[in-house]
Structure formats: C-alpha cells, structure tokens
C-alpha cells in the first residue's frame, strides 16, 4: 500500500507536507485530487516545482482518482494523496477509496462560516458533516505535524 498519508490541506503541496511529512515518511510521489489543478498544465508545473528532484506529482480529478485508485496503490514507492477541501476527500470516501484509511486533516484556515477549531483549523459546519462522512468510511483526525499530537474527529466540531 504505498499512500503513506491521505490529507486534506488548502495548500496542498508546501514546506510542511514536503519536509515535515514527506521526509518523516520517505514520500516519493504525491496525488493532488483537486478538479481545477487537474485541468491546468501550467499550474501543475507551478505546484509540482515545490516538490525538487525528490518526489513527482500527478493531478486528476476525484471520478477519475476513484477509476484509477487500485493503479495508484500499486505504485512502487511511498505517496501522499492530498485534497484542498474535505468535500472532494468525502467524495472519495463515497467512491469508495478510503475504507479502513486514516485521513489527516491539517490546514485550513479562516473564512466565511468557519469557526476556530485549532490555530490551524477552522471548519463550516458543512466541512463537519463532510469529515464525519468521511468517518465513516476509515479514521479521521487533525494533526499540523507528524510529531504533533493527533486531534480525534469528537473534538473537531464547530461549536
């Protein structure tokens, strides 16, 4: 099984996925589930650049990461599948491809409907319903940094 992490973060690929979980967990290659990033050559170039030499990325769209989901587990190698926003992760807990998975859920910061949770989480009430679907499908949690203590789902809600 080479997905060595499944994370939801709006900035998907930045210092703390790339050294801080990346390197803590030999991460060769990362999935970017994201439908706009999917569709735009010149933004994949941009976003693959933070990577270096090190590890690769490939971008696709959720229908199609569902299709291709047992092709991706086979890859050789550690990988990281991450998505900006928890509707697209529940999207792949819905197709399926997150049975038994642990789903880490690290930044996300302030905006319109969302609530403090941790200094570097704030959720809607709507991105709640999204991780406890989620929930149902594998393990969901909060965590900014592998060495950080991990924030279980009961304690995530928006009060």
């Known amino acids: ?3 060595e992490l499944f994370r939801i973060d709006e900035r998907l ?19 970017i589930v994201d439908e706009v990033l999917a569709a735009s050559d010149w933004e994949q170039e941009i976003w693959a650049s933070a990577l ?3 590890a690769t990325a490939e971008f696709l769209p959720a229908l199609e990461t569902a299709r ?4 991706l ?3 050789p190698g550690r990988g990281a599948l991450l998505t900006r ?9 819905e197709y399926g491809c997150l049975d038994g998975r642990a789903v880490n859920v690290g930044g996300l910061q302030d905006g319109p409907g969302r609530r403090k949770i941790l200094d570097y989480l704030h959720l809607s009430h709507d991105e709640f319903e999204d991780l406890k679907a989620i929930g149902r499908h594998g393990v969901v949690s909060a965590r900014d940094v592998p060495t950080a203590r991990a924030v279980p789902l009961r304690d995530l809600e928006p009060r």
């Not at 930045?14 to 290659?29: A, D, K, P």
């Not at 291709?68 to 092709?71: L, P, S, V």
């Not at 926003?85 to 807990?93: E, I, Q, S, V, Y």
């Open 1 to 3: 099984m080479p997905f």
């Open 13 to 31: 690929i930045h210092g703390q996925v790339i050294v801080g979980w990346g390197n803590r967990l030999g991460l060769q290659f990362y999935v």
């Open 52 to 54: 270096g030499r090190e």
């Open 68 to 71: 291709r989901f047992a092709e």
């Open 73 to 75: 587990e086979a890859r």
């Open 85 to 93: 926003d928890t509707a697209t992760m529940r999207a792949l807990a």
